[in-house]
């Protein structure tokens, strides 16, 4: 049995220091004493095939966002005949405008340096979206696959269904029930009561990726879900800020997306 373990403790890296020795002493000590007792993920099955096209899906759209930057700064600043013409595009449409520009060797320097910039940037984003269109097809497919059910849910799409498998892993029965899933997306609050005060703390820990997903499901009902907005409603005439709410509604949402995980 493969058992997870946390990053070394840190009073024990104040006072010993860093290396790789001392951390992998701690994680054996961590292991043996039973205060590391995750099961690992087996990662042999749909839904690691699932984190590893989440790996490209996401710096592509990083880098696509960079590249529709670059474009948009290079069009403030190229000459004026050129700059009017990228004025007032779309974002949605300004790739395959820059990507239909035609530089001319031999004119305007600057000109001629700076379309070639812009096309060339424009393509990289044309290719990119490409890639997005079969990599999302791909999502789909591995997704229904592994929970048909979660899909049904609410809130839940594509992309943020592949997250949260992708945070319980191939093997789900891992986690021991839905408090241990809601620790782990880090929206389970923590105990910090003192004395006669009785308080919970929010959880800063955590998948955070888990975390933002059920934060989307969340936002979408807020804004289109009949019930959940009577229940905003109600707890802000309770005196509740919406960031409160939003917490409480991720902690509900884990609690019924744990069955259906767990179900495949």
């Not at 989440?54 to 670059?70: E, H, M, P, T």
């Not at 530089?103 to 812009?118: E, F, H, N, Q």
């Not at 800020?241 to 902690?251: A, F, S």
Request: aromatic content about 4%; proline content about 4%.
């Amino acid at each position: 049995m493969v058992i997870e373990v946390d990053r070394p403790n840190r009073q024990e890296r104040r006072r010993n220091g860093k290396s790789d020795e001392l951390d992998a002493v701690e994680a054996a000590r961590a292991a043996l004493s039973g205060r590391a007792s995750g099961v690992a993920k087996s990662a042999d099955g749909d839904v690691e095939a699932i984190r590893a096209l989440l790996v490209a899906r996401r710096s592509g759209r990083n880098v696509r966002i960079k590249y529709l930057n670059q474009i948009r700064h290079l069009g403030f600043t190229a000459p004026d005949e050129l700059r009017e013409r990228l004025r007032d595009v779309p974002r949605d449409h300004l790739a395959r405008t820059a990507a239909t520009l035609r530089p001319t060797a031999g004119s305007d320097t600057v000109m001629y340096a700076t379309k070639l910039a812009i096309v060339t940037l424009g393509r990289r984003v044309l290719a990119l979206e490409a890639d997005a269109v079969r990599l999302d097809h791909e999502l789909e497919m591995l997704v229904r696959r592994a929970t048909p059910n979660l899909l049904e849910i609410y809130g839940v799409g594509i992309n943020t269904a592949a997250i949260l498998l992708v945070a319980a892993g191939d093997n789900p029965h891992r986690l021991k029930n839905e408090a241990a899933f809601a620790h782990l997306c880090g929206v389970a609050p923590l105990p910090a009561s003192s004395g006669k005060t009785i308080r919970h703390r929010l959880n800063p820990g955590g998948n955070r990726q888990a975390n933002h997903a059920l934060w989307r499901i969340v936002f979408t009902r807020m804004s289109s879900d009949e019930r959940t907005r009577k229940y905003v409603a109600r707890r802000v005439a309770e005196g509740k800020t919406i960031r409160e709410i939003m917490r409480v509604l991720k902690r509900y949402v884990a609690r019924e997306l744990y069955p259906h995980l767990v179900s495949n």
